[in-house]
């Protein structure tokens, strides 16, 4: 399981990589190594505003279909179409694809996700 240091993680199996007010999103490789061969992603409008803990997209795979629940809170300003055409690219490289953009509301939701030793305990 790769997890990097550089990223901030949600329980849900959510990485955030923070860029100044922006944060991008995706599942971890933890997560995609769980679902298996992802054929189907769901993903939100541009400019659809979510609070923490909302789902913002479906990931559906030859195993199962799961919800994606945004960790934190803001207005989706980038999504990666790339994904939609080519779902398998999340299994290729979990962390080189990341699924939305959100412009953040409050940088002090972040305080509560966890950094990668934390979320190495979290997947056992």
């Keep these: 399981m790769k ?3 550089e990223l901030l ?3 849900d199996h959510e990485w955030v990589k923070v860029e100044g007010d922006k944060a991008y999103i995706g599942i971890t490789d933890y997560a ?3 679902l298996g061969d992802i054929v189907f992603v769901e993903l939100p409008q541009v400019g659809a505003e979510l609070s ?3 789902t913002f997209g479906v990931v559906e795979s030859v195993k199962a279909a799961s919800d994606l629940y945004t960790p934190v809170s803001g207005k989706v300003i980038q999504i990666n179409d790339n994904l939609v055409d080519s779902p398998e690219a999340v299994n ?3 962390f080189g694809n990341w699924m939305i953009v959100i412009e953040l509301n ?3 939701e972040l305080e509560g996700l966890l950094n990668s030793e934390e979320y190495k305990k979290v997947c056992g």
Excluded: R
Aim: proline share 0%; charged share 55%; net charge negative.
């Design 3 to 5: 997890v990097l240091k």
């Design 32 to 34: 995609q190594d769980s």
């Design 92 to 94: 290729e490289d979990a």
């Design 9 to 11: 993680y949600s329980k």
């Design 52 to 54: 923490k803990e909302d």
């Design 106 to 108: 409050d940088k002090l």
